[in-house]
């Protein structure tokens, strides 16, 4: 009897793991699972039905993550060797270290990328190799704008017709001058969301930043247009007129949804971000108009197929569908997902697309049309290891704990300690 | 006779086999092969790049962003461990006290520790907003200026004990209470006859006689507390990427540990980071095992 039963629970538990194991391995239903990892925004949902519908053995997953999850993930996977996506999306900021260690990525060459070469602006695709290795294919690029509250602008008194907008600010010196008068009028809400991205806009107005194009030293220091874009920002926060929230966090979701901030850099790709933020309630309030000083280039990203993958020329022939042109025109249509190929970038519908959540912004003509214009800025090897510092010291500034000199000093200091460390 | 003995041995070493073989895996062997990555250059993701000696140690001795992360440690430690240990204790009497429903209230108790760290770390994030925080907004209901927690040491500090101390305090007061029903109520009894108020029993008989607890509670609370990780990583608005604010004003040592080995990718750094915080935890033990050794002789009145 006891014999029995402890027969019939063994039985029992072999089942019970014979049921889990089958579930677990058959959740593709004999289709080949393809895992696509991105962050942020990038609108591929939609695609991935139809991907599917057109290759009916395929099963793609999206997996979305936060932009420092998404990567940190990717680089743990990377370093244990297992558990990555089989397509990934890399931010340009973390190219020059993916490049390091460009045999953890399949050479996307060996499947005919290289043949896709014309489709992108000769900039993109050459951000994608290292060396001879193609380790991604494009996807977007942050060509630069500047969206702006209308109703805030409104009740502050000051014009709301976007080109009439763009006249307020020639320069960064306007811009600053017309916080001035937002705040004399509008004391409720703040002009910008953070110091954070104005310097940045700034900084990626250039064409070299924290390194020498030439020779990858360090100009962090020396470099004028650092130095002003961070006294730009940081009178912006002495005179509280930034509303202090860090971007993507959960507090600056919040103030998007609540009108803290009147204005703030847009790259192509935050639109997206501002309408999920902002929510269908605040269809309208929102404008686009251009950036003082003229454009510049803020992100973008590429797909990547991990070596380690079990499918690689399945996930390479998705990373190539999805990037190819008539989906980055879907994207644009839908998302304002700025394309980086020039075919897209020129195509009429796309000169000629206004986005209703922007008051009918005509977010073609602002953002495909000076596509031609962006130039990438040259991203050095340390570039991660040195950028936050100086994020970090307008942070201080804006909390008010630290003098604009000082925190200058200090991020210029630290920066050159981590520089003594190999990176 | 010798043969029994044997046998006996056989089947004790067959109990504990299981967890010594356990405990290697994951305990013994990550932390020798740490030992061993502390000692090279050591790339997250490319690998190994050469031994290089003490190299990492002599830098990290001479960090002062080591040194800083561990004094914010070191203070959140104490608050934390400080609140705990009294808050344990009190409740672990008032659980002890209870006639009915003792079941209920410890589940209670330990419902705290049960919720995940991290989603513990984001709640609270949350509660000390700056902006939309209900702790500001209860703040400004008694007419107190907002406070933004995260910019300054004290106020982070605070916060971060806040999530500590909510997490343990119920699982602590728990062990506490366990030791206190192991005291022989004679003496309980004893004392009250001779006219000793509650709090000279509790001081002068339960104190003593759960000492070998609190000693262990104690123990626990501060190697965690130098582990403290997830707490403070998320009470930074930055989240993953942060540094414990924009001055490393709350930065733990383990959060220092995870900026340099999975933010700038020196696995080899962030071995003798962890191999350091090993052998603090270590001293601490030793400390603590010395201090608490055995009740004083001749304890009580």
Sequence with gaps: MRQRRTTGLITALWTVLAIVLAGCADTGGGRVEIVVATFGEFGYEPLFTEYERLHPDIHLVGRVSDFDSHHRDLITALAVGRGAADVVAVEEQYLP?????????????????GDLRPQWAPWKWEQGLAGPTVLGLGTDMGGLAMCYRRDLFAAAGLPTDRDEVAKLWPTWDGYAATADRFAERSPGAKFVDSAGTIYT???NQGEQNYFAKADDSFIGDTNPRIRRAFDVAAGLATRKRTAGVTTFTQPWNVAINQGAFATITCPAWMLAQIKQSGGAAGTGNWDVTSIPEG?????????TVPAQGAHPREAYEVARWLTAPEQQKALFLHDAILPSEPAVYHDPAVLGHTDPYFADAPVGRIFAASSDQVRPNYRGLRDADVRPKFGLALGRVEDGTQSVDAAWEQAVREARETLRWPG | MAGVTSRRLNGAVLLVAPFVLVFAVFGVFPLLYTAW???RRWHLIDGDHGFVGLANYARLFADPDFYHALGNTVCILVVATAVQMVLSLWLAVLLDRATRGRALWCSVALLPNVVPAVAVALIFAQLFGRDYGVVNWLLKLVGAGPVNWQAHSWSAYLGVAAMVVWRWTGYNALLCLAAMQTVPRELVEAAQLDGASRWRVFRSVTLPLIRPTVSFTLLMSVVGGLQVFTEPQLFDVAGLSGTGGNDRQFQTVVMYLYEQGFGRWDAGYAATVSWSLFLLCAAFGVVNA????????????
């Design chain 2, 290 to 301: 010395f201090v608490f050794r055995r009740p004083r002789s001749g304890a009580g009145p």
């Design chain 2, 37 to 39: 990555m502390s000692v």
């Design chain 1, 97 to 113: 270290r993916m490049r390091q260690v460009k045999d953890k990525f399949v050479d996307l060459a060996t499947y005919g990328a």
């Design chain 1, 295 to 303: 454009g510049g280039n803020w992100g973008g990203s590429f797909l």
């Design chain 1, 201 to 203: 806009a700034i900084v």
